[in-house]
Nanobody, 117 residues
Framework: QVQLVESGGDLVQPGGSLRLSCAAS????????MGWYRQAPGKQRELVAT??????NYADAVRGRFTISRDNAKNLMYLQMNSLKPENTAVYYC????????????WGQGTQVTVSS
């Protein structure tokens, strides 16, 4: 199994920056893709960014402002968020797709990001 723990969420002013971290433990070798998702109040959970192999993918709303990355040596994944907007306020979740029979999905507990003056 894979366990995920997010950190780095905070209150930040519009235009500010935050870096979220996701620490993975357990059967790390079975992870074949990871990503960040978010859920704003009253809305469905949505994709923010994914990383699989050497490729990354971003939601249109964050492309150019957010950057997803991994440090495999430290079992960490990051989401660098720049030029934050109030509409980016949400709980941000770390996700991992895990090889198995059947394949499984693991989620972290979430970290709150609030963008407000």
């Amino acid at each position: 199994q894979v366990q995920l723990v997010e950190s780095g969420g905070d209150l930040v002013q519009p235009g500010g920056s935050l870096r979220l971290s996701c620490a993975a433990s357990g059967s790390i070798f079975r992870i074949y893709a990871m990503g960040w998702y978010r859920q704003a109040p009253g809305k469905q959970r949505e994709l923010v960014a994914t990383i699989s192999g050497g490729r990354t993918n971003y939601a249109d709303a964050v492309r150019g402002r957010f950057t997803i990355s991994r440090d495999n040596a430290k079992n960490l994944m990051y989401l660098q968020m720049n030029s934050l907007k109030p509409e980016n306020t949400a709980v941000y979740y770390c996700n991992a797709e895990i090889r198995g029979d059947p394949d499984r999905t693991s989620w972290g507990q979430g970290t709150q990001v609030t963008v407000s003056s």
